[in-house]
C-alpha cells in the first residue's frame, strides 16, 4: 500500500543550490500535481501533469521546473534555491475526473529550509 | 480568479459543544474538498461533496454544500481532543481536478 512517495523528507539547501524533489505513485493514476504549503497557509498549486510527456503550470510555478517521462514518477526541480522556496512540499495524484467523486491521494510531504 | 475563503482561522472549542467552520467560493465549481492536517503530517480526505445540498457525515463531522450560495460548511457536534488539527476546504475545477485552497482552520478543542 505505497500510494503517493516521496523523497526527501527533510532537507536543507543553501542559496543558489539546486535539488530535485522526487515523487512516485503505484496506483497507475494519470494526474499528477506538485503543490507547496507555506506556514500557516494553504497548500498552492505548482505544476501538474495529466499524463507522462504532458505538464503544465499552476499558481506559482516560478522557480520551478517539472518532467513527466513515466506515468509513476513525477519530480520537482529547484533551480537555483532562495529563502523564499522554504516550504512544504506535497505531491499528490489522482484519476481522471468522472463527476462521481474522485479522491485525490496526497504524499508525506518534504520539508524543506533554504538558508 | 478562483478564492477560496475559510472562517474562522483559529477556533478554541472545549470539549462536548457544537461549532460551524465555512468556506466561501468565488466560482462555480462542481466539487467541494474536506481534509485535516495534524502538525508535521499530510492531509486526509475527509469529504468529497459533488451536488448542491449534499450532506455527508462522519462521526462527529458533518459538510454540507449550497453551490447557489457558494458555500460549505463543516459542523462539529460535541466536540473532543482527539478533533484538534487544521482543516481545509479546497475547491476542485476542471477535468484535471486541479485544487485551490482555503488559508484552513485551527481547531483547538480544550478539555
Known amino acids: 500500500n505505497a500510494g503517493v512517495t516521496q523523497t526527501p523528507k527533510f532537507r536543507i539547501l543553501k542559496i543558489g543550490q539546486s535539488m530535485t524533489l522526487q515523487c512516485a505513485q503505484d496506483?497507475?493514476?494519470?494526474?499528477m500535481y506538485w503543490y507547496r504549503q507555506d506556514p500557516g497557509m494553504g497548500l498552492k498549486l505548482i505544476y501538474y501533469?495529466?499524463?507522462?510527456?504532458?505538464?503544465d503550470k499552476g499558481e506559482v510555478p516560478n522557480g520551478y521546473n517539472v518532467s513527466r517521462s513515466t506515468t509513476e514518477d513525477f519530480p520537482l526541480r529547484l533551480e537555483l534555491a532562495a529563502p523564499s522556496q522554504t516550504s512544504v512540499y506535497f505531491c499528490?495524484?489522482?484519476?481522471?475526473?468522472?463527476?462521481?467523486?474522485?479522491?485525490?491521494?496526497f504524499g508525506e510531504g518534504s520539508w524543506l529550509t533554504v538558508v | 480568479e478562483l478564492k477560496v475563503e475559510q472562517n474562522p482561522l483559529f477556533l478554541s472549542m472545549q470539549e462536548g459543544k457544537n461549532y460551524t467552520i465555512y468556506c466561501n467560493y468565488s466560482?462555480?465549481?462542481?466539487?467541494l474538498y474536506w481534509y485535516r492536517q495534524d502538525p508535521g503530517k499530510s492531509l486526509e480526505s475527509l469529504f468529497v461533496?459533488?451536488?448542491?445540498?449534499a450532506v455527508k457525515q462522519e462521526g462527529r463531522l458533518m459538510a454540507s454544500l449550497d453551490t447557489k450560495a457558494r458555500l460549505s460548511t463543516l459542523h462539529i457536534t460535541a466536540a473532543v481532543h482527539d478533533l484538534s488539527a487544521t482543516y481545509f476546504c479546497?475547491?476542485?475545477?476542471?477535468?484535471?481536478?486541479?485544487?485551490?485552497f482555503g488559508t484552513g482552520t485551527l481547531l483547538a478543542v480544550q478539555p
Open positions: 461533496l459533488l451536488s448542491n445540498g
Open positions: 499528490a495524484s489522482s484519476q481522471l475526473w468522472t463527476g462521481s467523486g474522485n479522491t485525490i491521494y
Open positions: 496506483m497507475n493514476h494519470n494526474y
Open positions: 501533469s495529466v499524463g507522462a510527456g504532458i505538464t
Open positions: 466560482t462555480t465549481s462542481d466539487r
Open positions: 479546497a475547491v476542485g475545477w476542471g477535468a484535471t481536478n486541479k485544487l485551490i
